[in-house]
Structure formats: structure tokens, C-alpha cells
């Protein structure tokens, strides 16, 4: 009885692990992809050290954010190949990450000033850029 519950508990745990689950979604696992799962964690750090008055640390975070910007704008999105003007569609992509830059040089200003009003006003307007960009640049799996 026992090694048929250690049996059933095993499965299950190998079953719905997330592991299992990493790419059952259809989309392929891509370079852009992994350097925007960076920039969330970042984005959660930099989050986390502006709620707790850290603002070396949100500087720290910032500074990844930064070159993590930079290389994901010269990444091609997976919904580029779905769309017919890929040319306009790359322009708008691009200018979408220039703005995410502008946005955390905003925030890098408020950090260094220790100016936490300032540094949540830029982080709310990059969390309304993320969503607007997830829903034109992002691809539905």
C-alpha cells in the first residue's frame, strides 16, 4: 500500500509540474523570450526595491533593465512572421523598446534622486506600456 502511494504521489508530481507544462502552449522557446523573462524578474526587483526605499538597488535593477533593453530591440518578435507589413510592424516593436528606455532613464532620474513618488509614476507607466505592447507585439499561443 505504502509504495503504491509513493507511486501515485511521484506521477502526479511529475504530472503537473511545470516542467511538463513549459512549452505544451505551441509557442517555441525563443531568445526574446528568455530576455523578457529577464526583464520581469528585473522589473519585480526594481518593484521590490522601490517599496522598501532601496534605491541602490533600484538603480542596480535599472541598469540590467537598460542593457536588457537594448538587446531585446534588436530581437525579432514571434508574432513578426504572422503579420503581412513586417516592416511597420518591426517599426512599431522598436519604438515600443525605445520608449521602455526612455522610461527607465525617467526612473533612473527618480532613484538617483531618492524621489519614490517619482520612481512609482515612471514604474506605472512602464507597467501600462507592458500591457499595451503584450497586446500588440506578443503572440497568442
Known amino acids: 500500500m505504502r509504495t503504491l502511494f509513493i507511486a501515485v504521489t511521484a506521477a502526479a508530481a511529475i504530472a503537473l509540474s511545470p516542467i511538463t507544462f513549459a512549452h505544451s502552449d505551441g509557442c517555441e522557446h525563443t531568445e526574446l523570450g ?66 521602455f528606455e526612455g522610461l527607465l532613464a525617467e526612473a533612473m532620474t527618480a532613484a538617483k534622486a531618492e524621489d519614490k513618488k517619482a520612481l512609482f509614476a515612471a514604474l506605472g507607466k512602464m507597467d501600462n506600456l507592458r500591457k499595451s505592447s503584450h497586446r500588440d507585439y506578443k503572440k497568442d499561443c
Do not use: H, W
Open 34 to 99: 528568455e530576455t523578457m523573462d529577464q526583464v520581469k524578474d528585473n522589473m519585480r526587483a526594481l518593484g521590490n526595491a522601490a517599496k522598501s526605499d532601496d534605491f541602490a538597488g533600484a538603480e542596480e535593477a535599472i541598469a540590467v533593465l537598460m542593457t536588457l533593453a537594448d538587446e531585446g530591440k534588436a530581437m525579432t518578435p514571434m508574432k513578426a512572421s504572422d503579420v503581412s507589413d513586417k516592416e511597420s510592424f518591426m517599426s512599431g516593436y522598436v519604438k515600443g523598446m525605445e520608449k
